[in-house]
C-alpha cells in the first residue's frame, strides 16, 4: 500500500508554507506603499492583490490536491471571513480531480475486502465514473448480478489528510499573531472535525440508509442501497442507480422531464430534511443529484451529513418566520439566539443587523420577488455581518447557507421559477409561521 514518505511531507507542508508566507509578505509590501495612496486607489491595488493571492492558492490547491481542495471550497464559501475577491476565485472549485490509475485503487479493494476483485466482483470497470478529492467510483457487478458503484478512498489520503490538517492548524497559529483580524479557527475546527467522518466510509454508508428511512414511502427520492458485506472504512459498494445529472437540461428535455417541476422536487426535499427531520446531505453539489423520469431525485455521496440540534433548529425557524415577516427586532433575536457572537459582546449590534436586512429587502421590490432570494439574502447578510463586529457564524447555518446557494445555482441552470422563500414559508406549521 502507498504511503508518503518523509520527503513527501517536508516537500508538501513546505510548498503549503511558502504559498502561505509569499502572500502574506505580499500583503506587507502592500501595506507599506499604499501608505500614501489616495484611499480609492489603496483599495484598488488590495483588491488585485486579493485576486492574485486567491488564484495562488487556487493553483497551489489544484497541484497537490487532497484536503486542499476542500480547503479552497471552503474559503469559497465563507464569505463571513474572507474578501469578495477570494469567494470569487476559490468557489470555481469542484470536487472533481484528475483520477487515479487502477492499478493504484485495485490493491486497495483486495485490501479492504480480503479477496481478489474477480472473487467478489463479476465485472469492475477500470475508469471510473467520478472521482474527487478523497476517492473515486468504479461501476462494477457482484456475482451475484447486482449492478454497484464502488468508491474507494485513494491509497495515501488518510496521511495527506492529517498532514494538511497540522499545516492548517500551525498556519492558522501563525496567522492569527500577525493578522490579528483573520482568525482561521473556524476553518480548521470544521474541517477538522468533518473530513475524518468523510474518510469513514461505514459513517457515510449510516448517513445513507438513515436519510433512506426519513423518506421512506416517498417514491420520488431514491437513496441507493448499502451493500454492507462489501464495505470497509475505506470501500463503500453501493446499488447503482442510473439517472441524468441534475444540471444537464439537454437530458432533461430530451426525456420529457419537466425542469420546473425537478426544480421544486429538489427544493422541497431539501427543505423537508432540514425542517422535518433535521438531518441533511450537506452537499447537493450536480456531481451529487441525478434525476430519473417521474421525475425521481437520486442523491449521492452522504459523506458530510449533518445533523442539527434541537436548538438551533427552532432558532433557525424563528430566524425565518422573521424575515418573512420583515420583523427586524425578532430578526436580531434570531441571530443572538443562534449563538452569533460579536467582538465586545455587544447585543445592540444585532438589533442594527436586522434593521439594516430588513430596511435593505424593503428597498429592492425585485429582490423579493426573485427565484435566488434566499441565496442573495445569504450574501448581503454575510458583508453586514463583515461590515459589523461579528465574530462567530455558527457553523449549522453556514452549512445550511452552503445549501441554500448550490439549491439557488441549480435553479437558475434549470431555469427555475420557484421562489425559495415562498417554499419555506409554506413549509412552516402555523405555530412556526409569523402572524
Not at 486579493?50 to 465563507?78: F, Y
Request: hydrophobic fraction near 45%.
Amino acid at each position: 500500500m502507498a504511503c508518503m514518505n518523509t520527503v513527501q511531507r517536508l516537500r508538501r507542508s513546505a510548498q503549503v508554507s511558502w504559498t502561505v508566507a509569499s502572500i502574506y509578505l505580499g500583503y506587507r509590501r502592500l501595506a507599506w506603499r499604499n501608505r500614501r495612496l489616495p484611499s480609492a486607489e489603496a483599495a484598488r491595488r488590495l483588491s488585485q492583490y486579493h485576486r492574485r493571492s486567491a488564484q495562488r492558492i487556487l493553483e497551489t490547491a489544484t497541484q497537490l490536491q487532497g484536503l486542499l481542495i476542500k480547503v479552497g471550497q471552503l474559503i469559497g464559501a465563507r464569505a463571513d471571513i474572507f474578501p469578495d475577491e477570494y469567494v470569487e476565485i476559490l468557489s470555481q472549485l469542484h470536487d472533481t480531480v484528475p483520477p487515479r490509475p487502477y492499478d493504484v485503487i485495485r490493491p486497495v479493494i483486495e485490501q479492504e475486502l480480503s479477496a481478489p476483485v474477480e472473487q467478489v466482483f463479476a465485472e469492475l470497470a477500470p475508469m471510473p465514473v467520478a472521482s474527487a478529492s478523497l476517492a473515486q467510483v468504479h461501476r462494477g457487478r457482484l456475482r451475484d448480478g447486482r449492478d454497484v458503484a464502488v468508491k474507494v478512498q485513494y491509497p495515501e489520503i488518510e496521511e495527506i489528510v492529517q498532514v494538511d490538517l497540522q499545516n492548517m492548524r500551525l498556519l492558522g497559529r501563525a496567522a492569527s499573531r500577525v493578522l490579528p483580524d483573520l482568525d482561521l479557527t473556524p476553518i480548521t475546527e470544521e474541517l477538522s472535525a468533518n473530513v475524518p467522518l468523510e474518510l469513514d466510509f461505514v459513517n457515510e454508508g449510516h448517513n445513507a440508509e438513515a436519510t433512506a428511512r426519513n423518506f421512506a414511502g416517498q417514491d420520488n427520492i431514491i437513496v441507493p442501497r448499502i451493500y454492507w458485506e462489501h464495505t470497509t472504512k475505506r470501500v463503500l459498494t453501493m446499488e447503482f442507480v442510473d439517472g441524468i445529472k441534475i444540471t444537464d437540461v439537454a437530458a432533461l428535455d430530451g426525456a420529457g422531464i419537466d425542469r420546473q417541476e425537478v426544480a421544486r422536487l429538489v427544493a422541497e426535499c431539501y427543505i423537508q430534511q432540514i425542517f422535518s427531520h433535521g438531518f441533511f446531505h450537506a452537499d447537493p453539489h450536480p456531481g451529487n443529484l441525478f434525476v430519473r423520469p417521474g421525475p425521481q431525485l437520486v442523491i449521492v455521496d452522504f459523506g458530510l451529513s449533518k445533523e442539527l440540534p434541537p436548538g438551533f433548529l427552532q432558532g433557525f425557524v424563528r430566524l425565518i418566520s422573521a424575515l418573512i415577516a420583515a420583523d427586524s427586532a425578532a430578526l436580531g433575536r434570531a441571530f443572538r439566539d443562534l449563538g452569533f457572537r460579536t467582538r465586545r459582546a455587544d447585543d445592540a449590534v444585532f438589533d442594527a443587523i436586522g434593521e439594516a436586512i430588513v430596511a435593505r429587502l424593503a428597498r429592492n421590490e425585485e429582490f423579493n420577488r426573485d427565484r435566488q432570494l434566499l441565496l442573495q439574502f445569504q450574501e448581503r447578510m454575510l458583508h453586514i455581518f463583515r461590515e459589523n463586529p461579528v465574530v462567530r457564524v455558527p457553523g449549522e447555518f453556514l452549512y445550511i447557507g452552503r445549501v441554500i446557494g448550490l439549491l439557488s445555482g441549480l435553479g437558475v441552470q434549470l431555469g427555475s421559477q420557484i421562489n425559495l422563500l415562498d417554499l419555506l414559508g409554506a413549509h412552516l406549521t402555523p405555530a412556526q409561521a409569523p402572524s
